[in-house]
């Protein structure tokens, strides 16, 4: 788990219907630690703990940025939207870093679909002040193209080009042709929808690009299998647990009374990342592990992996 | 007073007390956490100046700085990655050393004051021209350490960037941009029992901001103080040790330890790899009975492969027999 | 780590590995180009290639070229015009192989885009920290050389830099 601290609200701002721009500053006498690109800060909101992309640069960053999605099964938004005003305190978690550029490339080819934006300009924006190149498609809605303006000033610097979408049939054409046209070392960056996601993965490979070329930020998981019920043990505890269909590893640890850091709850954060001693068998489903990790079989996102007569060091 | 010199009682003994035997472990710890030893202590801050040599060993970095450039290689993409290290290591050398060393901040703009060197300079981060050096040369003229910067792809790491001027008979030239495996092929053990991939897997997993440290020894390549002992000038010290061996000058050999932090940089995530360099001679350490007795029991047990890499391997007897003298006797 | 004695090989030396026969092309790619270096081996190597490139459904397009020695500049050149997503397929000597591989891999190609067969081992690239210079040495691991750059006699060490594309000399006389 990272660091918490207190940060204080300046400004609250509407950038779209549905998505608030919330600006932060350190309380007096502390400094912003810098990030890379691609960050996440972990709010407090209310009783929920949610992760939102820094949109800055991260250099030396005098404030955080985040925008905000409201959406209508997720209390932590709501709370957000509702609750933070100029003035106002909140609880922060982070900067953690899951998307990060990778430092040697030659280009970046950068995509994002609706609110996924945000951890896009966060790399545009580094680039930028890096001088750097990089080529954006930006897939939106008509009347929620969050930071469109701010993008697209970015994208004014030498170097850099913009494609604009609004259909998802546009985007497919997008990929297409962009991907097969992007120099040699360029890596490519998609933070969007599943449906993007798959695209991004199907066209790149298609256009010969390797896999560790293609770098994903996901904000939804798929609907996982409910599993087979399985045995698991806590080392140093005589109890012998039982995970039950459709019911993860996590949920029956804390129903043991367990505490076990977490927040995604879908194989994407990675903060329920939990020792193995032993097992018969291991399904990894998570998004965060490598697959030479899942092989070696040494840790478990408990949110999502299953598998047979699990032994997990707390 | 005292009885043990100030480099003894600074000195990072590598051995955990009652340790009897070594292998190759990922032996990190959190950084800045004191350990007291027989002779005193060490650990407190990410840098540890030394003591009253701290000026000497500066000026002894700076010379061999400004006569062999190659010692500093940064690869394309790694720019914003010194910087990051630069700010890193000024924030902390002014917190844990308040009376010597200032940092003035405002926004981008810098002030760094070092009373024990006269190091007086302000500067703009991110832009070079406003620096008399770039920043990793600026910063490995401030500090002791060797500084080293790994980067993450595809899940290894690579030595992409670093200035080195107390390398134990490696070249900074030639492993730049060389990956943890490639660079550890042919240390013994390590590599073999998967430790170079644990050790791979404790860093990518490092917080940003996060640091940790570790402890290295071996034998020192040459007779007395200098520490250079790089590959590049292999022939300038070469001859040191067959010759100690052949006076049997045992007490001049040193133990040499490295003190190794690693510390993931925030806007880069790239994992510094900072060397502190320590020698002790055998003539001191045989004065100190708990490190005495634990070095030669440690020696006695050391398997083949590991002594000769550590250096003991042609007279590991002779030291062991060495260490078990009075210390008088020596007159 | 305990009292781990068991055997352990200490001569995991960090050398190119390379293949008895030319690899098949990795068809995950989306175009090629094909380099052989030196003699005609190295070109009948890329010529059957690229027949067999030539054969599969995908039909990718493909760049084949011949130059006598490595050269930088050339291979940049190339690079240049290539997209993301092709595959460097390089044949030929040791030494022109392996700093084509060099050249490719700080052009930004990744070892896993590059398939590489050596024709012949009569060279290999040597770096010498004395002097920082990269010879063409004719000699093999172990042996004794002189740099062409400052010309110490130097021993090759079993050590390989992929960055580099060169191994190690150093002057031990």
């Avoid at chain 1, 912003?32 to 800055?56: C, D, K, V, W």
């Avoid at chain 1, 940025?65 to 933070?84: E, F, P």
């Avoid at chain 1, 879908?266 to 965060?288: F, K, M, T, W």
């Avoid at chain 2, 925030?266 to 001191?284: C, D």
């Amino acid at each position: 788990m990272t660091d918490q601290r207190r940060l204080r609200v300046t400004e609250v701002r509407s950038l779209c219907p549905e998505i608030r721009q919330i600006t932060l500053e350190p309380l007096e006498g502390t400094a912003l630690m810098g990030f890379q690109p691609g960050s996440h800060l972990i709010l407090h909101a209310g009783e929920h703990r949610n992760a939102y992309s820094l949109t800055g640069d991260g250099i030396m960053p005098s404030r955080y940025t985040v925008s905000v999605l409201k959406r209508n099964d997720d209390g932590g938004s709501a709370w957000l939207h509702q609750h933070l005003a100029p003035g106002s305190e909140i609880t922060a978690e982070g900067p953690v870093s899951m998307f990060a550029p990778v430092h040697n490339q030659q280009h970046a080819l950068l995509v994002a679909g609706g609110i996924g934006i945000t951890p896009v300009l966060s790399h545009a924006s580094a680039l930028a002040a890096l001088q750097k190149s990089a080529e954006v498609i930006y897939a939106y809605k008509p009347h929620r193209a969050a930071h469109v303006d701010q993008l697209r000033e970015i994208c004014h610097s030498a170097g850099f080009r913009l494609t604009e979408v609004t259909s998802a049939g546009n985007c497919r054409k997008a990929l297409r042709d962009r991907m097969s046209d992007q120099p040699v070392g360029s890596h490519a960056y998609v933070c969007g929808p599943m449906s993007m996601l798959e695209s991004f993965l199907e066209i790149g490979a298609a256009a010969g690009w390797p896999e560790y070329r293609l770098h994903l930020e996901r904000f939804e998981a798929p609907e996982l299998d409910p599993g087979e019920e399985f045995a698991l043990r806590v080392s140093g505890s005589p109890e012998d647990l039982r995970v039950p269909v459709g019911v993860s590893i996590l949920e029956t640890l804390e129903s043991a009374g367990y505490s076990v850091p977490n927040m995604c709850r879908q194989g994407v954060c990675g903060q329920c990342q939990i020792s193995v001693r032993s097992a018969g068998s291991l399904e990894h489903r998570d998004y965060v592990l490598t697959e030479e990790e899942k092989a070696a079989g040494g840790s478990l996102m408990v949110c999502v992996s299953r598998g047979t007569d699990v032994e997990v060091a707390l | 007073m005292t009885k043990f010199s100030e480099r003894a009682q600074g000195f990072p003994w590598p051995f955990a007390e009652g340790e009897t035997d070594f292998r190759y472990s990922v032996n990190v710890e959190p950084a800045r956490v004191r350990r007291t030893t027989a002779t005193g202590g060490w650990g407190e801050h990410l840098v540890d100046l030394g003591g009253s040599d701290y000026t000497q060993l500066m000026q002894q970095r700076r010379e061999v700085i400004a006569a062999h450039p190659e010692r500093r290689r940064v690869l394309p993409g790694m720019e914003m990655a010194c910087w990051d290290l630069l700010l890193y290591y000024l924030r902390d050398m002014a917190a844990a050393y308040p009376e010597s060393m200032h940092l003035g901040e405002e926004g981008k703009n810098f002030h760094w004051r070092n009373d024990l060197l006269g190091t007086d300079q302000a500067f703009t981060f991110g832009q070079e021209e406003s620096l008399p050096t770039d920043p990793l040369t600026f910063l490995a003229s401030e500090i002791p350490d060797d500084l080293v910067l790994l980067t993450e792809r595809d899940g290894e790491l690579f030595f992409d960037a670093g200035l080195v001027t107390f390398a134990a008979s490696w070249s900074v030239s030639f492993n730049v941009g060389m990956s943890m495996t490639e660079i550890h092929g042919p240390v013994p053990r390590m590599t073999a029992e998967g430790m170079t991939r644990r050790a791979e897997i404790f860093m990518r997993q490092l917080q940003p901001g996060q640091a940790y440290r570790r402890l290295n020894w071996s034998t020192s390549k040459h007779r007395g103080e200098r520490l250079d002992t790089s590959l590049e000038t292999y022939r300038e010290w070469e001859s040191e040790i067959p010759q100690l061996v052949e006076e049997e000058d045992w007490g001049s050999l040193q133990l040499r330890n490295e003190l190794q932090h690693f510390v993931r940089l925030p806007m880069t995530g790239t994992v510094a790899f900072a060397i502190r360099t320590y020698i002790l001679p055998l003539a001191e350490i045989r004065e100190i009975p708990e490190w005495r007795d634990q070095l030669a029991s440690i020696l006695r047990e050391l398997p083949e492969d590991l002594a000769t890499y550590k250096g003991f391997g042609d007279f590991r007897e002779e030291i062991v027999d060495y260490l078990a003298q009075p210390a008088d006797s020596m007159g | 780590m305990g009292n781990v004695r068991e055997a352990v090989d200490s001569g995991t030396w960090s050398l190119p590995q390379w293949a008895d026969q030319p690899p098949d092309p990795d068809l995950t790619g989306a175009s090629f180009l094909l380099i052989s270096y030196g003699d005609s081996e190295a070109e009948a190597v890329v010529q059957q290639w690229e027949a067999g490139l030539r054969r599969t459904d995908l039909d990718p397009p493909v760049l084949r070229f011949h130059a006598s020695a490595f050269d930088r500049d050339q291979l940049a050149d190339k690079l240049a015009e290539a997209r993301c997503g092709v595959r460097l397929m390089i044949a030929g000597g040791q030494y022109d192989v392996l700093q084509a591989m060099a050249t490719a891999r700080a052009l930004g190609l990744e070892t896993g885009e590059i398939t590489r067969y050596a024709t012949a081992y009569e060279d290999l690239p040597l770096f010498c920290p004395h002097c920082q210079t990269t010879s063409r040495a004719y000699a093999e691991v172990f042996d004794w050389t002189d740099c062409t750059g400052c010309h110490r006699v130097l021993t090759i060490k079993p050590h390989y830099s992929s960055q580099r594309g060169s191994f190690l000399g150093v002057d031990t006389r």
